[in-house]
């Protein structure tokens, strides 16, 4: 998440109009001296602005409330010419003490003053460095617990508010609440500021009502928090963090909670009640002795249309019986489960199976950073032990962690789940709406549902076309490399869907004989010999536009929308989820899609890459690198029949259509040739000879790809 309390962010006219006053209501606990309840936060204020209404009942029903502060927040004006850190700290814990008294204000208790009652810490830890340090959280709230003796109710950040401090702070009180299975009240603040009011519902937070005392004494805790709400000095840099449209939020008549508890469990909680399962029980699932499991897992396996995958991810690992039989098809397996007891056992099981392993971490707030490019995420009897944020939060990581052709498995029991809000037919079809998936395959029996999506995406079918002249050489590497991508393609749409169409120009050499044994070893492959041009045509461009009039003809009843268009060069090499890279980046609305380039280290690739670009919406145009639907294709006037620059032509074409979308990217590159000898005076091989200078031979000489 990337916001700046600068940002205009979501107004609360917006909030109000997406019905947020109408919230379901939170019963406040029922407080009594015994009770303590503890908030943890992230930096001062951040008590007053998310939880003053259950500070204020607590107090009101006689309760002790403990406070405790991951920092003393003086990292809330870097750049201030004024105030150096450590000027902050004082700054801001004595404006902690001053908007406490006011938290307290007229509110007799029985026998005692109630802001006597009221007490705080602070952890001194680095503002905006808590990420990294929850343990030191849990332990400071540990302690308060073994201070406190007694039942209590724990409050924190919700973990999912964007704010890096306060979702370090609101993972480790939530873990640990449902280690002990406390109720906690998890609030938003931030979120209020960046969030789409369409993101609502899903948090399930419910209106803890304010009295009109209540909201007076909050914008008197926000007053004493005067570095927050008012210039530090008129200096640039001083400014107010919490600007109007900031403070609208939480001037409202209620404040917002999501309440968990023994009752309503989250995936904290199911991490200790199977923690506890599985310390109590070798193999609580049977995943050991029962033909049913064996039978799923034989059945997970059968759904994976790839005979082998590189990285795998599976969340909810268990004693990893799955996680071993699914790295006998892949490079990596990387296991993902909540108990620590089961993640021991698993560790003993796959000892003999190096490239497997099982990390403990609770999902979502724990997906590992180093499975980027994973090929496929298995989700198996984890989805129904998650809220349904909780699941769209972890269906998230899935999408940012795989491949462009990266594939998502859930496999969930079917019978009901006690204790959670979801079942196994919820969890799919949830993920099933999700406009990011296409079910691909799917099996439901009377206990289980079984399901394989893929990337979503409107083009059904796909064409390559590859011009070619005398290219006898490197042809055949880059057809056998097409073949992969096809075969990729037809993993996740029909077979027969995908054909490549090499356009042999009067070619000298062998080329038409290469593109000819390509055909025979795959039928796919189709070959045109082009004769002499006509008057007006020449070169590439016209190689490419024939190639693509008869791309078009294998495919004549298939919509243009739904025909996907890509070129590349018989002296380059594509990955092989080429295709599917291009399609998910074209969205549903089908944009003109630019890739990008690479070639072989070496001087010459040293010189090229310090001028390129391999970056989102890079400025660069391959025809070695580019797709398209059909019909946005045929709208442009098609690839221009000209010597060169035919592919900047088409996108020039494209670009001026009207909502025609173009989309530049760097998530698949292309390998091309480094050969300084090309085929068109003003191409590639053109502009490495400028860029390579004395690094790289002259004109003339012999260089691969």
């Not at 003086?74 to 938290?103: F, I, K, Q, W, Y």
């Not at 490197?474 to 097409?482: F, M, N, S, T």
Request: charged residues 25%; contains cysteine; proline residues 7%.
């Amino acid at each position: 998440m990337s916001f700046s309390h600068t940002d205009a962010g979501t107004s609360e006219e917006a909030w109000a109009a997406a019905g947020v006053g109408a919230l379901p209501v939170l019963e406040a606990p029922a407080w009594d001296a015994d009770t303590l309840l503890l908030v943890a936060v992230a930096h001062p204020d951040d008590e007053t602005l998310g939880a003053t209404g259950l500070i204020r009942s607590a107090l009101r029903g006689g309760a002790r409330v403990h406070v405790l502060v991951a920092t003393a927040g003086e990292a809330s004006h870097p750049d201030s010419p004024t105030h150096a850190p450590e000027d902050l700290v004082r700054l801001r814990r004595a404006e902690m003490e001053h908007a406490l008294d006011a938290l307290a204000a007229d509110l007799p208790g029985p026998g005692e003053d109630r802001r006597s009652a009221l007490t705080w810490e602070s952890l001194g830890l680095p503002d905006s460095g808590v990420a990294g340090r929850e343990d030191a959280v849990r332990a400071a709230v540990v302690a308060a617990l073994a201070a406190h003796p007694g039942p209590a109710v724990l409050a924190s950040h919700d973990p999912g508010d964007g704010h890096a401090d306060h979702e370090a702070v609101g993972r480790a009180v939530g873990e640990l609440a449902g280690e002990r299975d406390l109720p906690l009240c998890a609030f938003p603040i931030w979120f209020w500021h960046w969030a789409d009011p369409a993101e609502l519902p899903a948090r399930r937070y419910r209106r803890l009502a304010l009295t009109d005392d209540d909201r007076a004494t909050r914008r008197a805790a926000l007053d004493a928090h005067a570095s927050q709400v008012r210039p530090l000095s008129d200096a640039p840099g001083d400014e107010a963090v919490l600007g109007p449209q900031v403070l609208a939020h939480h001037d409202r008549p209620f404040e917002a909670h999501r309440l968990s508890g023994p009752d309503d469990a989250d995936a904290h909680r199911a991490a200790a009640v199977f923690d506890r399962l599985y310390r109590e029980h070798e193999d609580p699932w049977r995943y050991l002795s029962s033909p049913y499991e064996a039978r799923k897992r034989a059945l997970t396996l059968a759904v994976l249309p790839r005979p082998r995958y590189g990285t795998v991810v599976e969340a909810g690992a268990s004693i990893g019986v799955l996680t071993g039989e699914v790295a006998a098809r892949a490079d990596r397996v990387v296991g993902l489960e909540a108990s620590p007891t089961a993640v021991e056992r698993a560790a003993a099981r796959l000892a003999d199976t190096p490239h497997a392993e099982v990390r403990r971490a609770v999902l979502p707030g724990h997906w590992p950073d180093d499975v980027a490019g994973a090929d496929l995420v298995i989700a198996s009897e984890i989805g129904y032990f998650l809220q349904p944020e909780e699941l769209d939060a972890l269906i998230d990581d899935a999408d940012a962690a795989l491949a462009p052709g990266g594939e998502l498995l859930l496999c969930h029991w079917r019978h009901p789940i006690e204790g959670w809000p979801l079942d196994g037919d919820a969890v799919h079809a949830r993920v099933a709406a999700d406009p990011r998936w296409r079910l691909r395959t799917e099996l439901v029996e009377d206990d289980f549902r079984l399901s394989l999506h893929v990337r979503a995406a409107a083009a059904t079918h796909a064409v390559v076309i590859v011009p070619a002249k005398d290219e006898q050489e490197r042809l055949p590497a880059a057809l056998a490399a097409l073949g992969a991508a096809l075969d990729r393609w037809e993993e996740h749409h029909a077979q027969g869907s995908a054909a490549v169409v090499v356009a042999a120009d009067r070619c000298d050499d062998a080329t038409v004989a290469a593109a000819v044994a390509a055909r025979h070893a795959d039928p796919r492959v189709h070959v045109l010999e082009l004769g002499e041009p006509g008057p007006g045509e020449a070169g590439v461009g016209r190689a490419r536009a024939e190639a693509a009039r008869r791309a078009r003809a294998l495919f004549p009843d298939v919509p243009a929308q739904r025909l996907w268009l890509a070129s590349t060069d018989a002296d380059s090499r594509v990955p092989a989820d080429w295709l599917l890279a291009q399609t998910t980046a074209a969205g549903p609305d089908g944009a003109l899609v630019l890739g990008t380039v690479d070639v072989r280290e070496g001087a010459l690739r040293r010189a090229w890459v310090r001028d390129y670009r391999h970056e989102e919406g890079h400025p660069h145009v391959h025809g070695a690198n580019l797709g398209l639907p059909w019909s946005l294709y045929e709208a442009a006037g098609g690839f221009p029949p000209v010597a060169e620059h035919e592919d900047v032509r088409l996108v020039e074409a494209v670009r001026a259509l009207p909502d025609a979308r173009v989309r530049a990217t760097d998530t698949t590159r292309v390998l091309t040739s480094s050969r300084l000898t090309g085929r068109t005076p003003g191409g590639f091989a053109g502009h490495l000879q400028e860029v390579g200078g004395e690094a790289v031979p002259r004109r003339g000489a012999q260089a691969r790809p």
